[in-house]
Structures are given as structure tokens and as C-alpha cells.
């Protein structure tokens, strides 16, 4: 399998994120990348695709400031901060992630899935109720998340 080396930038982030996908997850976003410069309404908002063995990713298009890709590696690995079982989510205009211990209570998975069948065009659902590993009630508005990192295996099976 052909692999794409991404550096992303994100409105109000001053740091690239580098990550690698594959041939058709990096065609898929490209087309929608495009096709949204070109104003067209009827785009995917975000695209949800494998990053490593373990980690996916969930980028809103309308958040992407720059995306430079290349077939050779274009700079170092991307580390994500994640607790064990996590998920981190960095929202528009905050510097740090919101980072969750996921103890598997809420919709994480609908949430994921539903955000990559959503267009453009469509209203993203307001907000999210989800519980952190300490029961903790973590409450935020889906419309302000650029990108998001979790762990494969919470979004494969059902919430």
C-alpha cells in the first residue's frame, strides 16, 4: 500500500501536524479539500481515516489552513498526546487538547462516524456528552473541533 506524508495546518494552531495515510484516505481528502476551495457546498466536513496500527483521525476540512504532502517522510513522527484508552480532541482556538481517558460511556463511536458522513453544507449536531475514565461528565460543541486523534479500537465497536 502507497503511503502520503501530510503536514497540516489548522487555523489558529501554529504547529504542523505530520502524519502519514494512504493512497486512497489522502485522495479522498484531497477531493474534498478542492472541491471546498472551489466553493462547492455538497464536500465531506470531515474525513476520519487510519493514521497507525492503533490511532485513527478525524480532520474537519473547513479547519485546514495548509496541507503540504509528499511520498517521502517530511519531517519527524507526530506524537499525539493521549492517555492510555484516549482520545484527545483540539478545538478551535485552544492551544492544548481536550484530552480524555475514554471509559466508553457516550456516543464516542456515533459521534466519530456520524462527523464523517456529514457534509459541508450541513449543520454539525451542537454538542456532545461523553464520560472520562474518572466518570467525569465532559461537555463541548462539535462545530469548534479541528481535529481529532483516538484510539482505533474505540470507534470500532459500538457505544
Given at each position: 500500500m502507497s503511503t502520503r506524508f501530510l503536514r497540516i495546518t489548522f487555523y489558529t494552531r501554529e504547529e504542523a501536524v505530520r502524519i502519514n495515510i494512504g493512497e486512497s484516505d489522502y485522495a479522498s481528502l484531497m477531493v474534498g479539500i478542492k472541491a471546498l476551495a472551489a466553493g462547492q457546498a455538497r464536500v465531506p466536513a470531515f474525513y476520519l481515516f487510519p493514521v497507525s496500527?492503533?490511532?485513527?483521525?478525524?480532520?474537519?476540512?473547513?479547519?485546514?489552513?495548509?496541507?503540504?504532502?509528499?511520498?517521502?517522510?517530511?519531517?519527524?513522527?507526530?506524537?499525539?498526546?493521549?492517555?492510555?484508552?484516549?482520545?484527545?480532541?483540539?478545538?478551535?482556538?485552544?492551544?492544548?487538547?481536550?484530552?480524555?481517558?475514554?471509559?466508553?460511556?457516550?456516543?464516542l463511536d456515533d459521534m466519530f462516524h456520524g462527523l464523517a458522513t456529514a457534509t459541508y453544507s450541513d449543520e454539525v449536531p451542537g454538542c456532545i456528552m461523553l464520560t472520562d475514565g474518572s466518570g467525569e461528565p465532559v461537555f463541548f460543541r462539535l462545530?469548534?473541533?479541528?481535529?481529532?486523534?483516538?484510539?482505533?479500537?474505540l470507534i470500532r465497536r459500538p457505544s
Open positions: 496500527a492503533e490511532l485513527s483521525a478525524l480532520i474537519s476540512v473547513k479547519e485546514v489552513q495548509f496541507l503540504q504532502s509528499s511520498r517521502q517522510s517530511n519531517g519527524h513522527d507526530w506524537s499525539p498526546v493521549l492517555k492510555a484508552g484516549g482520545v484527545a480532541f483540539y478545538l478551535r482556538g485552544r492551544t492544548h487538547p481536550l484530552v480524555l481517558d475514554y471509559s466508553g460511556q457516550g456516543p462545530d469548534e473541533v479541528q481535529f481529532a486523534v483516538v484510539c482505533t479500537e
